[in-house]
């Protein structure tokens, strides 16, 4: 049977079950949520005061004009519960592997691409809701963009989220035990986030050293923060929107390639002894 041969409803009606599950899955799992913003909020209330003295005020595109530390690093922060959002989708993916749930999903006509896209989607919508409850609390503590900035970001946090969650479902299709799991958060979560412009602008890298400067500019999640930066001011990073569209387009085709049964993960395991 080919893709074509399933009505529009029969594509609605598959992607609608995967984010039930989804959205099931994250309201049974209260304790996520509040994690998902524990991190960015110990940043923000703790952090942010203490380095404020130290790092003093930023002028850097695109504010206008001089911001506290707290203004700047919330757009890291937000990145930061996408991430950590996006590993944990990837740490569902092998908890479903090693329970046999996955192998239902994987069997299904419909193709494989739209079956993960349509988790990808799932997780995404997750995120943006803890981003904005964020961003909500933010608020209160005098970090307050233009008002139309938060509808703005609503486009830059769909594809850096989707970015994100890709990686951690290509992550996925590598990471064979749930116990394996510690190392990828220590190993791909933490330089990831501390290597780019989440904590500190890209200039003063710079200062103390260029390799750390050039690391923090081909990191992708470098871009993922300031295509949200730029966004809650009402303005388009068109370098790092570039950089996010093509690693989102690499990261899902890897994952695409890694769960087909006859390329990827799936038939290296069906190879072993």
Not at 12 to 36: D, H, K, P, S, Y
Not at 152 to 178: C, D, E, N, Y
Request: aromatic share 14%; with cysteine; hydrophobic share 55%.
């Amino acid at each position: 049977m080919t893709d074509r041969a399933f009505p529009p409803r029969a594509w609605l009606t598959a992607f609608l079950g995967i984010a039930r599950r989804e959205t099931l899955r994250f309201v049974n799992q209260r304790g996520r949520f509040l994690a998902a913003l524990v991190r960015p909020l110990v940043w923000l209330f703790i952090f942010a005061a203490g380095f404020r003295a130290v790092l003093g005020l930023s002028i850097t595109p695109p504010y206008q004009t001089y911001v506290l530390y707290e203004v700047y690093v919330t757009p890291g922060l937000c990145a930061m519960i996408q991430l950590f959002n996006g590993m944990q989708s990837s740490l569902s993916m092998v908890h479903d592997r090693e329970t046999g749930a996955m192998r239902t999903l994987l069997v299904s006509p419909f193709p494989r691409w739209f079956l993960l896209a349509s988790k990808l989607v799932a997780g995404v919508l997750v995120s943006i809701i803890q981003v904005y409850t964020f961003l909500a609390i933010a608020w209160f503590w005098d970090v307050q963009p233009p008002i139309w900035g938060y509808l703005a970001v609503l486009p830059a946090l769909i594809l850096s989220g989707m970015m994100l969650g890709a990686m951690g479902l290509f992550l996925s299709s590598a990471i064979r035990q749930l116990e394996n799991f510690a190392g990828v958060m220590n190993f791909v979560i933490f330089p990831m986030f501390f290597a780019s412009s989440a904590l500190y602008p890209l200039w003063r890298m710079r200062e103390s050293s260029t390799l750390l400067h050039d690391i923090c500019a081909v990191n992708p999640f470098t871009h993922a923060v300031e295509l949200i930066r730029f966004a809650l001011y009402l303005q388009v990073n068109w370098l790092s929107l570039g950089v996010v569209l093509g690693c989102l387009a690499l990261f899902f085709g890897g994952a695409v390639f890694m769960y087909d049964p006859s390329k990827g993960l799936l038939a290296r395991r069906r190879g072993k002894p």
